[in-house]
Each structure stands twice: as C-alpha cells, then as structure tokens.
C-alpha cells in the first residue's frame, strides 16, 4: 500500500528559527515529490521534485529529494508569522490521475 | 475566471440531506479532480475527470457519492442521504491534460452535517 507519512504533525517555533519538515513515501512508480502550503483552504504549490541531491529553493523555503532513501525535506529559515500554515507533502506516481497526500505539518510561527 | 472557483463556500445540513457541491475549473484546464480533507488529515482522492474519457472514481467512499461534469468544464459533487462522517472541506483542482503533478486548487467547500 502506497504510503505519505510527515513529521512533525505540528511544530511551533519563533520568528526567526529554522525549522525542518519531513516527508517519507513508500509508493510504487514514484514519478515526483511535491509541497503545499495551505494556509486557509486552499493548498498553494512551493516545490516539485524529481531529481535526487538538486536543492530548490525560493527566498527562505527550499528543499531537496533524496530517492534512494525516499525522503525529503523542506526548510525554511528566518521564519516569520506568515509561515504559519499546514504544509503538505504529495507524491505523483506514473499512470496515476491523482496525487497521493500526506496528512500535513502543522507549523505555527510566534512572535 | 483567473483561478479555480467553488461554491458554496460554507454548507451546513442535516444528516439525511442530499447535498450539491459545484467547482469551476480553469479554463482551458482539461483535467478535473475532487479530494476531501478531514479534519487534521491529508487531501483524499474522490474523483478524477479527464476530458471527455470516463472519470476515475476509484476514490468515491460510497454509492453515496456521485460527481458529473457537463461540457468538460463545471462539475458538481453530489453526496446523499449525508451522515456526520461526511464532515469534511471538499477541495475541487484542476490541471492540464496529463499533469497531475501541476493541480490548481479551490478555496474548497467546508461541509458540516449536524
């Protein structure tokens, strides 16, 4: 059975900390890793990943796949109050419509 | 519309209600999906749309559950005879033909059912 698992399931940290997120996938025909923020609702996209060792990064988020061990990570560092939010990990497999999700971090960023 | 819309955005019924669901895709989106969040839990697959080829609705909990979508654009989520497991945010996406990896997401559709 294909599976998602995140951890923490809830982290609360400061302004300012670095905080790491975790996601591990047991899945068949893995094709790519992706993370949502989802702040209210709607999950809004951060990263996709396909290649294991190449870091993504977009302003104080970033983060890297290693397939050989099946994880992967998000950073954010400098956290601020507007990080606060669930994120998600999905995985998309090959032949599938759907992306398989895990069931969140919840991260809460105080002053 | 820019994004991806849904309507209502609040529902709350009573067990036994049938209760209707709509999502306005992107347009140009070809591909069509609905997942359900539970409370503190991960998006679940519902069902998928893919043009005009037959839906997957491997994800559907229930005979309970049923989803059309007219012309290849507006689709509607319908759930009957509701109970209080349904309790859940309803999330409509939307992508390109063959790339479920680049969904658009709706606001979603909190649904309470007392």
């Known amino acids: 059975e294909d599976k998602v698992v995140q951890s923490p399931l809830s982290l609360v940290v400061h302004e300012g900390d670095t905080v790491t997120l975790n996601c591990s996938y047991e899945v068949t025909n893995f094709r790519s890793l992706l993370w949502y923020k989802q702040e209210k609702k709607a999950p809004t996209f951060l990263f996709m990943l396909t290649s294991s060792g190449i870091e993504k990064k977009s302003g104080r988020l970033s983060s890297i796949l290693d397939k050989k061990e099946l994880f992967s990570i998000l950073n954010i560092t400098a956290t601020q109050t507007g990080d606060s939010a669930v994120y998600l990990c999905?995985?998309?497999?090959?032949?599938?419509?759907?992306?398989?999700f895990g069931t969140g971090t919840r991260l809460t960023v105080i002053p | 519309g820019a994004g991806v819309s849904q309507s209502p955005s609040n529902k709350v019924t009573e067990k036994g209600k049938d209760v209707e669901l709509r999502c306005d895709p992107i347009?140009?989106?070809?591909?069509l999906y609905w997942y359900r969040q539970s409370l503190g839990q991960g998006l679940e697959f519902l069902i998928y749309f893919q043009g005009n080829s037959a839906p997957d609705k491997s994800g559907l909990p229930s005979d309970r559950f049923s989803a059309e979508r007219t012309g290849g654009s507006v689709s509607t989520l319908t759930i009957q005879r509701t109970q209080q497991e349904d309790s859940a945010v309803y999330l409509c996406?939307?992508?390109?033909?063959?790339?479920?990896?680049?969904?658009?997401f709706g606001p979603g559709t909190r649904l309470t059912v007392l």
């Open positions: 347009s140009g989106h070809t591909a």
């Open positions: 999905a995985v998309e497999k090959t032949g599938a419509n759907n992306l398989f």
């Open positions: 996406a939307s992508s390109l033909a063959g790339l479920p990896g680049e969904q658009f």
